[in-house]
């Protein structure tokens, strides 16, 4: 691809876009340009009648014998069953339960309790916030320290001391994506194990867990999976892994037998061990519903058109040469996520001025215009119509 | 009170019931008796279509803006400010997050993180068994041990090696009440902090956090808080304690600014600091809607309908002297919470052949059958006709 663009060409694309089709599986509100996917995802087609039915019939007729006919106490092994594939896991070993940074608490203490001779997290400054404040609790309660580097510092930092190297594959303001075979790699050649948040790949850039013998994993379902707002997170454990590492926050729902209320803690085999209480019934519906969007979507045909859509995005902002608006994402598509993040000194004015003319993205301060580009929902021409827009705040700035 | 009961006598305590009205705000299915409201409250009537809003109107429509119009990210604070009442606390000192287990491993973590020199978690044989294993685990990996007692040897082992004692207030299978003001009482002559269970209180039985000079308290929002299937778990600490205490699981949410995303932890000021990552938004509107039917009720009202219905039930059961079917509940007030608990020896099958005749109770293996009464949406005539399907199947097994 490559400009000058015009409409025509545009239409062009979508035209012949597999992916088309897929928009119709979604309710989006008219006359705005959503490109804030990552940080909640649009509502899915079958969410609001899915959760209604849960609500009024499953829980206000079935009441607690839902639990059983409803399999509600299922939901976060089979719901996780479902992302599964998603990120190249398998059946059995992902599970949807808590939030994000608790689930990290988990695995983060989990890595540490199995390798008592080793007493470092390592991660990197521009790792997700939350990311670092759970991590580094972790490590304290575990008598271990969690040492911070910069990207560039990874692979000298990675000595004997390692348990866990805790990254988020894509960087939350710029799209800066790692490279998972590479990093895993050298985390298991330094006898780490490798722990990705994948909060912004799930459901937009392909991962493939078990191909590149990811270890550990945890991400949102609220922002390319389209779970709704407050979603609960995932967590994937790999399943060899699985019994070799115990839950630091079991709770009754990790139990071997939850129901014989015994004493004494067991943990479950696999992957529900690291179950800890139950399961946020509502939220994993409408979570379960919104994984039928992507029902017979490949995975990587889903990236390969958020690359088009980036790519296209970025050549625009390029054309348009504003002064003071640049690219702040990765241009190799290797390196970039599902997102386009723009610098500018004025950026909050930027996003603002945007959002009053129906172009939906977010601030990331002090200087970042983020723009998610969540292909299964969102045309070339959406695209091409938001990217005018901001240039055109931009330059009147 | 006292038999023998007629429906007549029982159909007068009902007209004059001050809660009868109360029954109304709930959507009971027709044809079933539900005495399992200690497992999942009933549907009140504001809670769906208040879900279908938030779902098509806020999440459809507004997408990630309804974070700042909805106030989404304000509702743990604000529905556990609604839950603050209910529980004799004072507004600021409840938040709703996580579910129970978690929020225990929290304020036990946090307890024992606050005083060093102290190294035990005190608990009960009879307690919660999920609350017995998040407090072992806590209390480990603080280099604390949890230790359990009987019930009655509580006073004995309140050493001053005693940094926590947690207790549930009402026991889930007899629904036998420690006596808090007694017990916080004692824990506090000891040197220690006082952590209350109220999973089968909230809602039921008066608590007051405040007078009794509770220090921290945890409970689900899904019994007699009606939440719905997975709400969240509410958290209290005492406002004079907040500052003193750090969150062993630290998450973006309870920074002092979550959205500068600044490298390091800095806790929020007050309760917040608890909080720790993105509040699952459906789950607190359908709980918030679900409060609204404790809107003009009384807790002490609730209590007293409850105890009068408890009382019935246990007269009706008594009068009946079906052999092998006795009353586990405490009979003193003071000492039972919100359900009657009946042992039999086949107790399985007598609440299997309950619910067979559509009066819905649950099973406590191996010998307990448990009946919640659920003051607001149960009248006398429900108790009345539920023990006496209760007592015929028992009578003819």
Redesign the interface.
Known sequence: MGGPWTLERIRELDETDPLAEVRRRF?L?HG?L?L?GN??G??ACG??PR??A???D????G?????VTGA?MEAPARVGNRIAPLIGAREGEVLVA?????AL?KLV?AALDAQPDRHVVLST?DN???D???A??AAA??GATLE?VDRHGLQAALTGDVAVVCLTHVDFRTGALHPIPDVTRAAHDAGALMLWDLCHSAGAVPVDCEENGVDLAVG?S?KYLNG??????FLYVRRSLQDRLDN??????G?DAP???????RPAAGIARFL?????????A?LDAALDAFEGVAIGAVRQKSLALSDLFIDLVDEADVPGLEVASPRPHDRRGSQVSLRHPMAGEVVAAA?DRAV?G?L??PDICRFGLAAPYLSFEDVYRAAATVIEVARTL
Request: with cysteine.
């Open positions: 309710e509100p705005i959503y804030d940080s909640l649009a509502l969410v609001a959760v209604r849960v609500v009024e499953e829980w206000g007729v009441l607690a014998g839902s639990w509600w808590d939030t994000t940074s608790i608490a203490g400054s997700f916030p939350s670092l404040y759970a580094a609790a309660r575990a911070v949102c609220y709704g707002p407050g979603a609960p997170s630091p926050l079991p709770g009754w729902l139990h129901f014989n209320f015994e004493p004494v803690y800890t209480s139950t399961p946020p019934v509502l939220q994993l409408a959002a939906i977010d990331r301060p």
